[in-house]
């Protein structure tokens, strides 16, 4: 969750342009990136796990576990963990999946939340151990199109799925 954190300031734009990536440890630019690179950065920076390595590796082990959403019939380890239908499936996979619920008190800091936002596009935050101005809910750092924030957005769109990954 502090390395999420540390990415507000620091992730500007919200640029969801395919990229030729470094295979293991790719990236774009820190200035840029979209939702699903805050998470990718968090586990690099804060956990040491590479997302890029763990999605395309289990996609190559089960392409047809997660979403043929982009009519494709490979994997592709520059975009494959940049989506966040392959990420939701990634997580249920590992068995990191838990309830979804209407209570601010059952997200902890470094859960990861998926939404749809409106126009049925997927969303995904990791949740922050500040909390809201009522206390009621935690705060979620995301990036839904500004670069990385901290806000009040747990319950502001409807939650798909619920994740707490542990090695």
């Known amino acids: 969750m502090a390395a999420a ?6 992730t500007l734009t919200y640029d969801a342009a395919y990229s030729r990536l470094d295979y293991p440890g790719g990236d774009v630019p820190r200035e840029r990136g979209v939702c699903t690179d805050v998470i990718v950065r968090a586990y690099r920076d804060g956990l040491n796990l590479d997302l890029q390595v763990l999605v395309h590796e289990d996609m190559r082990r089960a392409f047809s576990a997660y979403p043929p959403l982009w009519g494709l019939n490979k ?65 979620v750092v995301h990036n839904i199109g500004a670069g990385a924030r901290l806000e009040d957005v747990l319950f502001a769109y409807s939650i798909t799925g619920h994740y707490r990954y542990r090695v």
């Open 75 to 139: 994997t592709d380890r520059n975009i494959d963990h940049r989506r966040v239908p392959n990420l939701q499936a990634f997580f249920k996979r590992a068995g990191a999946a838990l309830a979804i619920s209407d209570n601010g008190g059952d997200y902890r800091p470094g859960d990861i939340v998926s939404q749809m936002l409106p126009g049925n596009l997927p969303h995904i935050g990791i949740v922050a151990d500040e909390r809201s101005a009522d206390g009621a809910r935690p705060l």
């Open 5 to 10: 954190r540390r990415q507000v300031g620091v």
